[in-house]
């Protein structure tokens, strides 16, 4: 992808360690959705997926923005 290429890129002679933690990193993203997704579905119901993917959508711009 496009943002693996940019960290091995930025991370010169490390570029092996650098694109590990990346892979690691979009593993770590997919577990804490599927499981973020199973306890919504647990206690609020199947309905409620698109409400919870909506809301980890804008905490994410809003953690974006604040990052800059």
Do not use: H, M, T, Y
């Amino acid at each position: 992808s496009a943002a693996q290429a940019r960290v091995v890129e930025l991370a010169g002679d490390k570029a092996d360690v650098a694109s590990s933690v990346a892979v690691s990193a979009f593993n770590v993203g997919n577990a804490a959705g599927a499981a973020v997704g199973g306890l919504a579905v647990g206690a609020l119901g199947i309905a409620s997926l698109p409400w919870v993917g909506i809301a980890l959508l804008v905490l994410g711009f809003v953690s974006a923005w604040r990052a800059r």
